[in-house]
């Protein structure tokens, strides 16, 4: 069993930056390509961004492209999603999630094995 979880949420100006972090444990980190998505109220749980296992290959989604970035430290067993140039429509919850021997190019929801409990993002206007 897989156990992640995701922390560094909060309230934020539109133009601000936050850097979530999602802390694994319980199988070997390198084995997992990670994503991050994120579910604003009454919408469907959307693909963000993916990193590869070993770090050099990330995929991110046009709606966060050149705002976000995903890295991972492996000694840490540790993915962050580091947010700049904030706006109001990124205010969702996000999650990480772990596919077992994936890769970056994985984007759909059921492409991933084990999910964090989400953290709360809110960007003000």
């Known amino acids: 069993q897989v156990q992640l979880v995701e922390s560094g949420g909060g309230l934020v100006q539109a133009g601000g930056s936050l850097r979530l972090s999602c802390a694994t444990s319980?199988?070997?980190?390198?084995?997992?390509?990670m994503g991050w998505f994120r579910q604003a109220p009454g919408k469907d749980r959307e693909f963000v961004g993916a990193i590869s296992r070993s770090g050099g290959v990330t995929r991110y989604a046009d709606s966060v492209k050149g705002r976000f970035t995903i890295s991972r430290d492996n000694a840490k067993n540790t993915v962050y999603l580091q947010m700049n140039s904030l706006k109001p429509e990124d205010t969702a919850v996000y999650y990480c999630?772990?596919?077992?021997?994936?890769?970056?190019?994985?984007?759909?929801?059921?492409?991933?094995?084990?999910w964090g409990q989400g953290t709360q993002v809110t960007v003000s206007s």
């Open positions: 319980g199988r070997t980190f390198s084995n997992y390509a």
């Open positions: 999630a772990a596919a077992v021997y994936g890769t970056s190019y994985m984007s759909k929801v059921n492409d991933y094995n084990y």
